[in-house]
């Protein structure tokens, strides 16, 4: 009796396990402030585009099925999960198939699992869909070719339709599809079709959201950008630089916005009661508000260069729960007798500083620019390289669009990156040496 082994399967079999105790212990999953908002929307039907609708329409449905948030926690984590498990599939004969069995268990990844927030959303679905693109890649599939690329589509258009960057960062996944619809050649055929399709997409999605958020609540958040702007160039040269509508605001004072100013986020000027800064509320006030900043910047440009390269700097420095407090949280469990001794006390907290400068994606990005040069080197050798090049460009640009068009800067922002480096490194093994995926 011949006796057929799987090399994927004692992986998938550890994989599994992590699953199902991921499931089960941070089960229904963590709201976030933004989660709380979408779930309302949800609730109501009432839908804004301050947080794409799209995520609160699909929870709305989730819900009648099983009211909160645990099939939404369900269907993040499972994407996940899918995408550990295609990679263990795609090197199922080489060691790497380890490697993305413990995937989801990374610290990186780990941190973000429970929690439920629009980036999780968008990071998984493309995650997902980047490793099917990725089976399809490496494995050159003609026969069910088309077949695979329906969920990638759907996946996409989810994952981009939840966040608001996602739209400059679709256009390479796009092409990954072209490339796979090209019969995996590199042409101006494989740019059309992806060019082609990253229109269908962004049209689909643009109409969705104006069929879905009536005019009188759409937020135009994109002010917000623009206020941050204004305000730290303001408090750099001690004056207050922003349109009429903004300076007669009954809230308007410029001592408040220097006391309230925070240079990693925007919120403490515009998200609190009685708001220092009111975004415009008509085309006229926001077309002004764009002029505005237009000639602010170009008044001071080294000044905005600083000021969105600080901001971005929070992206790489930051960590995952970098505002968490171990002690506080674990007070509030059976742990607290023994955190009254000092000792433990800031043993723990030297630990979670420790952690948290080990997770901050500043030590990432040496790798990311050397897999990008083995994409880019290696790309006419080795079938590995071309998820590889699709993963890194992704990352780069998305790290781009941070560095211009964010009101904030956090690990989370840059999750999606980090999710695709930490999926990298099989493919980047494989395309520097020249080896076939199948290559033990």
Known sequence: MKIIRVPALPAWALLGVFYIISMIGLW??????????????AIAGLYSDH?????????????????GPGLMFTLHISMLYGAAAIF???????????????????????????????????????????AILALMMVNKIIKYKYLL?????????????????????????????GYCINNYKLSGATAFYGVLINLIIIILISNFNAVLVPQ?????????????????????????????FILQQPNFEFSRVKQLFEPREVDPLVFTA??????????????????????????????????????????????????????????????KPVLEQKLVTNSLNMTFAAVKIALRFVWLLPLLILYSYIAVTRIKNTAAAAPLLMFSVTSIMLLLVLLFCSMAGTARYVFLCTCLIHASHGFAYSAWHKKNYTDP
């Open 28 to 41: 229904p999953g963590v709201m976030s402030p933004d989660a709380n908002s979408q779930y309302a929307a």
């Open 51 to 67: 947080h794409p609708p799209a995520m609160s329409l699909l929870w709305r449905y989730l819900d009648y099925l099983y009211p």
């Open 88 to 130: 263990i599939y795609i090197f199922k004969n080489s060691l790497f198939r380890w490697w993305y069995a413990i995937y989801p268990l990374i610290p990186n990844l780990l941190a973000y699992t429970a929690l439920i927030v629009k980036d999780t959303g968008f990071t998984y679905a493309y995650l997902l869909s980047g």
């Open 149 to 177: 690329l329906i969920p990638v589509i759907i996946l996409l258009c989810y994952g981009t339709a939840v966040k608001f960057q996602a739209q400059y960062v679709l256009i390479f996944f796009s092409i990954g599809i």
């Open 216 to 244: 009188a609540r759409e937020a135009h958040s994109w002010q917000l950008v623009k206020l941050y702007d204004l305000s730290a160039i303001s408090i750099a040269v001690d004056q207050p630089l922003y349109p009429d």
């Open 274 to 335: 009685n708001s220092v800064l009111k975004p415009g509320t008509t085309d006229t006030q926001r077309q002004e508000l764009w002029d505005y900043w237009y000639q602010t910047i170009k008044q001071h440009p080294w000044l905005y260069l600083k000021t969105r390269l600080r901001l971005f700097s929070y992206d790489l420095t930051t960590s995952p729960s970098d505002r968490s407090d171990p002690v506080k949280f674990l007070a509030t469990t059976a742990l």
